[in-house]
């Protein structure tokens, strides 16, 4: 069991930045692969980014790629989110998660939202422009 408690939200302006931390709870947190996805109103839940378990492999969505970076500190049961240049696109409820997907699994794993087994509660996101 894994318990994952999201914090950093908040509003900022466009091309401002932010820094999302996600805590995870279980002595398990390092055999996990974690994931960032997001929800807008009116929309589905999307992909964001992803991390291996180890750290070595990282996976981001098209619309982030270049100014969102995902880092994760097994050590310290953590997995952060730094967003910048954000966008007022970017508006959304972020949700960390976890997955037990192996080190060497393809993209097609980490992007999916149906392969994570835990989910925080969120964090609000608000860019205006």
């Known amino acids: 069991q894994v318990q994952l408690v999201e914090s950093g939200g908040g509003l900022v302006q466009a091309g401002g930045s932010l820094r999302l931390s996600c805590a995870a709870s279980?002595?398990?947190?390092?055999?996990?692969?974690m994931g960032w996805f997001r929800q807008a109103p009116g929309k589905e839940r999307e992909f964001v980014a992803a991390?291996?378990?180890?750290?070595?492999?990282?996976y981001y969505a098209d619309s982030v790629k270049g100014r969102f970076t995902i880092s994760r500190d097994n050590a310290k049961n953590t997995v952060a989110l730094q967003m910048n240049s954000l966008k007022p696109e970017d508006t959304a409820v972020y949700y960390c998660?976890?997955?037990?997907?192996?080190?060497?699994?393809?993209?097609?794993?980490?992007?999916?939202?149906?392969?994570?087994?835990?989910w925080g509660q969120g964090t609000q996101v608000t860019v205006s422009s």
């Open positions: 991390i291996s378990w180890s750290g070595d492999n990282t």
């Open positions: 279980g002595r398990t947190f390092s055999s996990y692969a």
């Open positions: 998660a976890a997955a037990s997907i192996s080190g060497d699994s393809g993209r097609y794993y980490y992007v999916n939202l149906k392969w994570y087994d835990y």
